[in-house]
């Protein structure tokens, strides 16, 4: 019994180490240096550019200086009556 408890114990660990490992390796590759890039990857250009409602002006004007002129949302859109 006390054999087949080392053997998880020892694989574990094992486990957990190759993990940090390979954490560590993606830091040091630079995986984690431009993560607010990487956040906007799955979103299409013109999903950055529709006007949403709740943005107050500074934040409409801050994102049409981002993204360029800003398209007014299609009816339905923002969860408004069709």
């Not at 660990?13 to 990487?38: C, H, S, T, V």
């Not at 949302?73 to 069709?82: L, N």
């Amino acid at each position: 019994m006390f054999y087949a408890s080392l053997t998880v114990i020892l694989l574990v660990l094992g486990l957990g180490l190759l993990g940090f490992a390979l954490l560590a390796w993606a830091f040091k590759a630079g995986q984690f240096d431009e993560m607010d890039a990487q956040a906007m990857l799955p979103f299409d250009s013109a999903d950055l550019r529709y006007e949403r409602p709740w943005e107050n002006a500074a934040q409409r004007a801050e994102r049409a200086a981002a993204y360029g002129e800003l398209i007014p949302p299609k009816k339905g859109e923002w969860g408004e009556a069709r």
